[in-house]
Structures are given as C-alpha cells and as structure tokens.
C-alpha cells in the first residue's frame, strides 16, 4: 500500500494553506479599534461643549507661565489648549476595563480612514514615542499578546498607571524584562495575583486604572512599533458599554485634572521654576506621567537671533535618551518637518562618548542641530531611559551641562570632531526624517466597515464549539477504530528498556502499527479485536448521526433566514457544516456495511450543503465593503492584498470539491448499491470534474494560489483510494478526511475573532440563544454516550478475558 506520499502531500498542503492564511502586515497603529475610537473622539468632541474648562485651562497655563507673555507663545496657547482637551477626550473613550481596547494617544494631527483627526498632545509629547493605553480592572484577567518585528522599538515599557492624567506607576514591565518568542510573538498576563515563577506578568491593584504602553523609535525610518491585542480572559455579560454621556464626564475630569496635572505641574513647578535658558538637574520620578526607568531634564529658553544654547549630556547607565524641543506649552511644533528633536540613534557622539547639542532658531550646520521651528521661546524636557528603578540621581551616570553662546562663536565652544553638514546632507536627513514620520500614519488596507447584525444562534461560541469538538472525537474514534485489534505475522518487536509504563507500551504499539502499514503487510483481527471494533463504531456512528442531523438543521435554518444573514455568517455557517463531513468520513469510511439510514442522511446532508454552497458563492458576488453585511474581514486569513471576493470564490471552490469528494470515496467503500467504487465510471468522473475546476482556476490564479493548487489536485483526484486492499482504502480516505479538520477549524475560528468587535454597534454574538443551547445539549449527549460506550467496552472486555 502506497499511501506515504499521499501523506506527505496533505502535510505540505495544510503548510501552504496556513503560511498563505497567516501572512500579516501593514501599520500597527492603524487598527480597526483605533478607527472606531478616533471617530468617538471626534463626535464627543463635536457634540459637547468644553469651553468653560478650556478658559480654565488657559487662564492657569498663563498664571505658570508668567509675565510677560511675548505675542509669539500667546499665537500657540489656544491650539496646545484645544489639544489638551481633545486629549482628555481620548482618554474617556477607552476607559472600560469591561471592553478593553488599545488605543494610539498622545500623537499630532492626522487625516486617515476619512477622519480629520485633531491632535491630541500635552506635557512634553516624545516625537519618538508611541503611547498606546489599555483599560485595566484589578477585578479582571487580561492577556495582553504582541509581536516584535524585525526592526523593533529601542525602548519599550507596560506601566500600570492609577490615573490617566497624573499617571502614578502602580507596576511595571521593562523592555529588557520581557520575554520574546523566538518567532517575535509573547504574552504578558495582567491580573490581581502574584505570577510568582511566571514571565510576563504584571500585578495589578485596586489602584491600577490603565496599562500605559511606550515604545520608542529611535531609527524612524525602519523601526516599527509592536502589534498589540488585548483579550479580557473573564465574562463580561451584564455590563453594558459606557455610553457617551459617561464618556463626557469622564472627559471633563481628565481636562480638570489636566489642568492642574499639567499646567501647574509640569509647566509651572517643573518648567518655568528654573532659570532660563538652563536645564534642571536629571531626575528620576514615578508621577507626572514619568516613567520609574526615567531620569529627567526639565527647561525653558528664550532665544535672540544669532543666539544658541550648547548642551552636552552624559548617556551615563541609559539605553535611550531624547533631546526635544516644545513651544512655550509643552507641545511640539510638527517633527516630520523640523529635526526638533534627536535620539540615541539619530545623534553623532563625541570622541568621549558625551553627546553635544546646538539648539537655535537658524541652522548652525552641526549635525546635532536642535531646530526651534521658527520659536524663540520654547521648553526642553531631556529623557534617559532604560535606568535602574532604584538608581539615585548621582550613581546613574546621566548629566547635562549648558551654556548660551554667539552663533558665530560656535566653533570655539564645540569639541573637537563635532560633525558638521552641507546644505544637501541636511536636506536629506530631513527628507529622511519625514518619511520615517509618515510611516506611522499609513492606513492599512481595511476597507469593510461593518459586518452586519449579530446571529448568536449562528455564530455563537457554543454551535462552533459542538461542531468542531464532535468532528475531533469523530476523527479519534474512526483512527482507533482503524488500527484496534490488528495483528501482523511478521510482527515487529521494539524493545524499550527503563521505564515502561502504559504510555510507553501504547507509543510502542503505535509504532508497531505505522511500520507494518507502510510496509504493506497483509493484518488480521482477533476476535478480542473485532469486539473492540465494534463497540467503537457503535459510539462513532451514533455520534456522526447525531452530528448529521445537527448540520442538517443548522443549513436549513440558513435557508431559512438567507435574505437576511450577513455574507460573515454564511462564511461561518460553511465552515461549520464542514465539520459534519469529517465526521461522517470517520463513521462511513470505517464501518462496513450495506446501504442504510446514515447513507441517506449523509445524501440529504450533502445536497443542502452543496445547495448552501451555491447560493453563497452567488451572494459573495454581490460584495460591496460600503454595505453593512456584504463583506468582511479576513486578517490572518486572507494575505493582504487579496481581491474580494475572488479569494473567498476560491476557498469555498476548493474545499467544497474536497468535502463533498472525500465523501463520496468513504461512502463507496461500503456501498456497492449506490456505486461501484473501484469502477473507472467513478474514477473518470472525480477527474472529470477536478481537470475542470484545474483548468478554469490556472487562468487566474496568482503565484502563491497555484503552487497550492498544484498541490490540492491529486488529492482532489483521489488517485490512491483506487486500491483493492480495503485497509488500504481505509487509511487513505481516513488522510482525505483529516486534512479538513485543521483548515475549518482554524478559518472558523480566525474568523470569528477577526470579526466579533466589528459587528454593528451595540450587537454581540456573546448572548446564549436556544441555538447554543441545543447545540451544546447535543455534545453533551455525544459526550455522555461516548463514556457509556467506553464503560460497555471496559466490561465486556473484562468478561472475554476472564
């Protein structure tokens, strides 16, 4: 019997499948989440009147400032204000921990997915910085999952904060503590216990309110901030979603806390408290919005023309420094056109290894140039990063000394080997500087918008729960069935010395089998084995009827309701109907037997799923990523780029050919009544039908899609089930059946996790319904005869071998 390379095929088609399934990319920061809640923003922001607060927060922004205020920082107040609140907005938005979601904050003014989205800046924005917060309940379990690429932030940080405007650090998570896969994939738990002995975790506390993600870019134009997703391990039914009223509120507080937080925190005590043109000590601090890993420089200059200051700055124990420069109210100008700022990984290092800085308002033509966009007022806020949580202000090495100099004093005060560059190399580092900028506003191809009304009786956990569990014991059954009770003549005896247990006699055993069958040897039952058997497919039978029965209701159901489904659960239906092929390849390609009931099931079964089949390849032709419920959403599924719906057409073509194939060769193998299996009319017909779909598919197909048709053919052909050994038919239809198992069940599953949280507004397919109810009932009923049966085995086998 040659069915090893069959073997081998499947492996290699179940590789492409899911490489081609898996293929991922675009802009992390431009996520469906962060679409929907920058459109929230905007409407509360639209709706809702903040200009009381807004008086307030000038009025106290002005008082830290002092007098006299130049007309130049007067022309920025009103903007660093109206991002201020805007900021204040984004922060309500994504505030509830019951559906947490992660949002980009904290960034300049972009136009994407339609939106005009206004900036939302405050209290010394780091250009390099990509702030991303996450709602957090000590009461509730979090997994917070992410991917490092290749080129990966400098500088990453998971702080639990107590208030998302003081942002005092409750705990945290170093980039240098962080465990990271081998593939650039991990996981960080987040709850209330210890994690003693765990990696990634974080405790959180009553105090914890929001995880606050940094990561830091220090090569801008290939460095790319992490994929993040974050799944709430606990049930959230019962809690509604805050609504915008709530949301309002929350935003008034955020903008009063602000207030204070801000402008007489960070502007007043920490900025203008220092004489100017100097820069304070670095510090480290766990509030302000600080980081515990942080030292900081504070400060604020006024500038003449021909004037500049010269800072030298000591790297000392950091991993990560950035030197910035903000107007007047802690905001930055726009630093995709201005170098207003430069990091580690930007800067040019002094033979000593200090780092020397000319902030000026005309372009010096040192590298280290510190661009004041136009400003001759401004603030300075310097960070080191990557220190120890406990490092003291004078044993962590981080330092920095300024002075006020002549522009055309500039070379006398420089040191020796300070880089200097033409008027084309600075033009090209700024080109450079903004193409690395724009990289994090790039949309991602995400043009379906909603997917429609929920169908929990449809798309429920609880029906892709039975289907899938069913089809696995179906397939676990139908393998043990298979190989239960044979014996060889030629047996092969493997010797194991040490330990052996049960385990090890059962993996000897298998062993045993694999080899004989390879090898082609003629097996027999004993009449121990034969009993077994039967037992077995006794349960697996009633199993697969039961299955059988359920896909029949669940496509008639989708009959029933087809004008009115979305083209998202009628992808979900298919996929789940598929398992009840696997099933009954299971049942009928191992238990012989005379045309019967379970046939003719399988035949009604059949005819629907192929009739579903049809008519959803015609709905898909009416596509349209503008309508609610003609498309959805296929990340980690279809590789970007695809064309909708001629992948989907694709999908459904192929595996629809394989279900519908591997069924009809399990069901020839036991009924001569419906067809002669090993006649060529059978034959000719499957590759009648296979060279069809071949040539009609290759006149379209790109690359990748050919290479895993080329591959998908000769199973489709069914080449090796044509065998008079029955054993051999047997394995052989086993393999086909298999291979569906891993594709639906992932398709399924990705599916609808890419698509729950984009369902329309308010609608969930969390809610139990009689649908889910009914299919879980049944499982359970499976489950409960599966036990029964393993209890009957157990005694009859004890009363043959007494």
Not at 450 to 462: H, L, M, T, V
């Amino acid at each position: 019997m040659k069915f090893f390379p069959l073997s081998q095929t499947l492996g290699a088609v179940t590789a492409a499948t899911i490489a081609v399934a898996s293929n991922s990319g675009g802009n992390p920061l431009a996520t469906l989440d962060q679409r929907d809640l920058d459109a929230l923003s905007i409407k509360i922001n639209e709706d809702h009147d903040f200009a009381i607060l807004k008086a307030e927060a000038k009025a106290t922004f002005q008082t830290a400032h002092g007098l006299p205020i130049s007309q130049e920082a007067s022309s920025r107040l009103d903007a660093a204000i109206d991002e201020l609140a805007f900021s204040s907005i984004q922060k309500a938005v994504n505030n509830d921990p019951y559906y947490p979601k992660i949002y980009w904050v904290d960034a300049g003014p972009r136009n994407w997915f339609g939106l005009d989205v206004p900036g939302g800046r405050y209290s010394y924005d780091n250009p390099d910085c990509i702030y991303r917060t996450i709602p957090i309940s000590s009461k509730l379990r979090y997994v917070l999952r992410g991917y490092r690429h290749s080129e990966g932030p400098t500088d990453v940080t998971f702080s639990l904060i107590s208030d998302p405007n003081s942002q005092n650090t409750v705990a945290s998570l170093a980039g240098d503590d962080l465990v990271i896969d081998k593939d650039g994939s991990y996981t960080i738990t987040i709850d209330s216990s210890s994690g003693e002995g765990q990696a990634n975790h974080i405790k959180s506390t009553l105090l914890a309110k929001q995880l606050f993600v940094r990561n830091n870019l220090g090569k801008w134009p290939v460095q790319t901030p992490d994929n993040l997703t974050i799944e709430l391990l606990d049930d959230a039914t019962g809690h509604k979603p805050v609504d915008e009223t709530a949301i309002f509120h929350g935003a008034q507080w955020n903008l009063q806390e602000s207030i204070i937080d801000y402008g007489v925190g960070a502007l007043g005590l920490k900025t203008m408290i220092n004489p100017v043109n100097k820069l304070s000590k670095p510090s480290q601090s766990s509030t302000l919005g600080t980081l515990t890993t942080q030292a900081s420089s504070f400060g604020h200059f006024n500038l003449k023309d021909g004037e500049a200051i010269v800072a030298t700055l000591s790297v000392g124990e950091a991993d990560y420094f950035v030197f910035p420069a903000t107007d007047p109210w802690l905001v930055t100008v726009d630093p995709g056109a201005y170098q207003l700022s430069l990091n580690s990984e930007q800067s040019v290092a002094n033979a000593n290894g200090t780092y020397t800085f000319v902030v000026s308002l005309t372009d010096p033509g040192v590298s280290n140039w510190i661009d004041t966009a136009g400003l001759h007022e401004g603030t300075i806020m310097v960070r080191w990063q990557g220190l120890p949580t406990n490092s003291s202000d004078t044993d962590n090495g981080v330092a920095i000394v300024t002075e006020v100099v002549q522009l055309s004093q500039l070379a006398d005060v420089l040191p020796a080997g300070t880089q200097y560059v033409t008027r084309e190399q600075r033009k090209e580092q700024l080109a450079q500087r903004a193409a690395g900028y724009a990289r994090r506003f790039q949309e991602n191809e995400m043009a379906c918008q909603d997917i429609g009304e929920a169908n929990p009786d449809i798309a429920g956990i609880g029906i892709l729960l039975a289907f899938a569990i069913q089809g696995a014991i179906s397939v676990v059954l139908s393998i043990y069935s298979l190989f239960v009770g044979r014996t060889w003549q030629d047996e092969v005896i493997l010797e194991s010395h040490g330990m052996l247990n049960r385990l090890d006699t059962t993996a000897r055993r298998v062993v045993q089998i694999m080899i004989q069958i390879i090898k082609g040897s003629a097996s027999q039952r004993t009449d121990k084995g034969l009993r077994k058997q039967k037992l077995v497919n006794e349960i697996l039978v009633a199993g697969s009827d039961m299955q059988s029965w359920s896909g029949i209701a669940l496509l008639i159901a989708a009959f029933v309701q087809i004008r009115t489904i979305s083209l998202y659960q009628m992808h979900i239906i298919y996929d789940t109907a598929s398992f009840v092929a696997i099933s009954n390849c299971a049942a009928i390609a191992i238990t012989y037997g005379p045309f019967g009931i379970k046939h003719l099931v399988m035949i009604i079964w059949s005819l629907l799923y192929l009739g579903f089949t049809i008519v959803f390849g015609i709905r898909l032709r009416s596509w349209n990523d503008d309508i609610p419920g003609q498309c959805y959403i296929t990340s980690g599924i279809a590789a970007p780029g695809n064309e909708h719906p001629y992948v989907d057409h694709i999908y459904i073509s192929i595996t629809c050919l394989y279900v519908i194939s591997s069924l009809y060769a399990a069901l020839g193998l036991n009924s001569s009544k419906i067809m002669d299996f090993n006649s060529k009319t059978y034959r000719d017909r499957i590759l009648s039908a296979t060279d069809a779909i071949d040539r009609r598919l290759r006149q379209h197909l790109s690359p990748e899609y050919l290479e895993l048709l080329n591959k998908a053919i000769p199973l489709l052909r069914l080449d090796p089930t044509f065998s008079e050994d029955p054993d051999a038919k047997q394995t052989v239809a086993l393999l086909i059946a298999l291979i569906q198992y891993p594709v639906h069940t992932y398709s399924v599953f990705m599916m609808r996790a890419m698509n729950e949280s984009h369902l329309v507004q308010g609608s969930t397919e969390q809610d139990w319904g009689f649908g889910q109810v009914v299919a879980i009932t049944l499982l359970g009923s499976n489950i409960v005869m599966l036990f029964e049966g393993i209890s009957r085995y157990r005694r009859e086998m004890t009363i043959a071998t007494n």
